[in-house]
């Protein structure tokens, strides 16, 4: 009941609240990186084993999030083109 109420309800109610205020592909790289970080945390509080395919998806998902955010920050860096 406690994990219900509080932990999920108010993840839900923040990610809900913070969605509008970034681009809609972010937001969706962000709901991907919670099904990620997952076998991490419990590899890291349980000492489970995720596997070699949980590891190996995991990262290409982390790369492609990394790679993503590293451009778009870039662009919005850059001064815009006169001309």
């Given amino acids: 009941a406690g994990f219900g109420a509080l932990q999920l309800a108010g993840g839900m109610l923040l990610f809900t609240y913070g969605v509008r205020l970034i681009p809609a592909a ?19 509080f349980f000492g489970e084993d995720p596997g070699i395919q949980a590891i190996l998806g995991g990262a290409i998902v982390l790369g492609t999030v990394i790679v993503y955010t590293s451009l778009d920050l870039f662009r919005r860096t850059q001064p815009a083109a006169i001309g």
């Fill in 26 to 44: 972010e937001s969706a790289l962000l709901s991907v990186i919670e099904s990620v970080a997952a076998p991490i945390w419990v590899f890291a």
